[in-house]
């Protein structure tokens, strides 16, 4: 393993040679890092986490217990991944059939937050600041600051990147300041941005 000074792991962790972590990041019990793995600096992998060889992790992401992260996931900046949440990489599995060349890429982006227990299906892209409750399926892409709960995942909201609901209606125009940072939201056409002071 690479820069094996600059994190922390528990003795009971498997890092494969390799494997690329960043300064500052913890590895906890149990954890198995493969050895194509990039996982940037200051992330968390809770106890009994998987990391494949085709995976990237960016800085400060928290993957919390009992995540298993399988080639062609990738993770951005921030992005929060609550306990035992699934991400799958083959859309139509069987165990008769090796379908290890039909893996579907999954991108999840700077901030977003994935739910204790909910699915990920593989292939979707999943936006920036985009927030996935607890036990929700997805299997669509999610756009930047999106609110999704249910099965299958449905929209009910948008979210502020600072994590609170924004009192927004899901489709039109509008517009709306985050009371925690000041920060304003401007939906147009059922796209929000984040308003940019010039």
């Known amino acids: 393993m690479e820069n094996c000074v600059t994190f922390t792991a528990h003795e ?7 494997a690329t972590i960043g300064s500052g990041s913890r590895v906890w019990h149990f954890v198995h890092v493969c050895a194509g793995a990039h996982i940037g600096e200051g992330v968390s992998l809770g106890q009994n986490v998987f990391v494949g060889n ?3 992790i960016g800085d400060r992401c928290k993957i919390q217990n009992n995540v298993s992260v399988y080639d062609n ?3 951005e900046q921030d992005v929060f991944c609550g306990p035992s949440m699934v991400f799958t990489n083959v859309y139509n599995p069987r165990s008769s059939v090796n379908r290890k ?4 890429d999954t991108y999840v982006n700077k901030g977003a937050t994935l739910g204790a227990n909910c699915t ?3 292939g979707v892209t999943i936006g920036e600041f985009a927030f996935i409750g607890a036990g929700a399926l997805v299997n669509r892409d999610i756009k930047p600051f999106e609110l999704v709960v249910g099965v299958p995942g449905k929209q009910i909201g948008w979210m502020s990147e600072f994590g609170e609901r924004l009192n927004l209606p899901i489709h039109g125009n509008g517009v709306e300041t985050c009371e925690h940072t000041g920060q304003v939201y401007v939906l147009e056409a059922g796209v929000l941005r984040q308003q940019v002071e010039e």
Do not use: F, K, P
């Not at 060349?101 to 579907?104: M, V």
């Open 12 to 18: 009971t962790a498997i890092i494969d040679d390799g």
């Open 101 to 104: 060349s039909e893996y579907r």
């Open 120 to 122: 990920v299906v593989c």
């Open 54 to 56: 085709n995976v990237r």
């Open 73 to 75: 996931v990738y993770l």
